[in-house]
């Protein structure tokens, strides 16, 4: 999921970018190298993404979530089909109660049956509302780390760019370079990255 998110609003940047053809470098506005054209850098933001520390232990606190979450929802539907047993109990109680004509005894238990059923509709809202609010919670709680560690790469980004001279940095799987002078940054950001 986090990769979706990811892929998809570096896709979405790309589109706009070429859509509206507008360049976004990192600080300030790009200067030409000596050759008149500017410096430019490429990094697999996937890889830098994926290979973030962070990332795996952002990874690890969802699946934990999603872990306890599943864990309630299961509880609620194990009361769900206890409730549901005790239906088929009341009515088999019913069925005797008729045959023996005890209008006391299938008045209680209409009383009892519509508790039940009462309470069965209730868990099945709280089952429904648990597992919207997590999706909705999981899908929060994992745009919010992958912003935190989009920031991180940021400033790394920044920090190596600036030690290799470049204005511009382009994600690989976005742009192809036709040259051998095309430059990757990949493993210096992965390796800057490691520890934090």
Request: charged share 30%; proline share 1%; net charge negative.
């Amino acid at each position: 999921m986090l990769k979706k998110i990811f892929v998809s609003s570096l896709l979405f940047m790309f589109i706009c970018s070429r859509a509206f053809a507008i360049e976004i470098p990192l600080s300030g506005s790009v200067k030409s190298d000596k050759s008149g054209g500017s410096r430019i850098v490429f990094v697999d933001m996937e890889r830098v993404f994926n290979s973030h520390p962070m990332a795996e232990r952002f990874k690890a606190e969802l699946k934990n979530f999603a872990k306890t979450r599943k864990e309630a929802i299961e509880e609620m539907i194990a009361q769900h089909d206890s409730m549901q047993g005790q239906i088929k109990d009341i009515n088999i109680k019913i069925a005797e109660a008729q045959s023996s004509g005890d209008e006391a005894v299938l008045s209680e238990l209409a009383g009892q049956l519509d508790a039940i059923q009462k309470s069965i509709e209730e868990q099945k809202n709280k089952i429904a509302d648990l597992s919207k609010r997590t999706k909705l919670e999981l899908t929060a709680l994992e745009e919010k780390n992958s912003l935190e560690v989009l920031k991180d790469i940021e400033i790394v980004l920044k920090e190596v760019s600036k030690k290799h001279d470049a204005e511009i940095i382009l994600d690989k799987q976005s742009v192809l370079c036709g040259s051998d002078s095309c430059e990757d940054i990949t493993d210096t950001v992965i390796k800057k990255l490691q520890g934090r």
